[in-house]
Nanobody, 121 residues
Framework: QVQLVESGGGLVQPGGSLRLSCATS????????MGWYRQAPGKQRELVAS???????NYADSVKGRFTISRDNAKNTVYLQMNSLKPEDTAVYYC???????????????WGRGTQVTVSS
């Protein structure tokens, strides 16, 4: 019932910026944490940034100072502002919702299908 849909990816030149959005749908009561992961070809998926419902954030060392994660708890939407993009940021970016409470009860994790970010001249 719960769905996550990413948007905002695309092609950008080095030094440019992109803003990713992840919108959720379904009968969601709460989400403990939301985050962004990325996976480049031949590499494992890694955590880029996460944010709890209380606003506590966590960033990968490689993006600190360049990326900013935020969320709208009322809309259950998470954003990732990416500045000073580098070619090594090229990857598929996935949205994650951790410990989601729904009408069905319990807590589950959900993933979006991903959005491609390509940083190239």
């Amino acid at each position: 019932q719960v769905q996550l849909v990413e948007s905002g990816g695309g092609l950008v030149q080095p030094g440019g910026s992109l803003r990713l959005s992840c919108a959720t749908s379904g009968s969601i009561f709460s989400i403990y944490a939301m985050g962004w992961y990325r996976q480049a070809p031949g590499k494992q998926r890694e955590l880029v940034a996460s944010i709890t419902d209380g606003g506590r954030t966590n960033y990968a060392d490689s993006v600190k100072g360049r990326f900013t994660i935020s969320r709208d708890n009322a809309k259950n939407t998470v954003y990732l502002q990416m500045n000073s993009l580098k070619p090594e940021d090229t990857a598929v970016y996935y949205c994650n919702a951790d410990r989601v409470r729904t009408m069905a009860g319990g807590r589950k994790d959900y993933w979006g299908r991903g959005t491609q970010v390509t940083v190239s001249s």
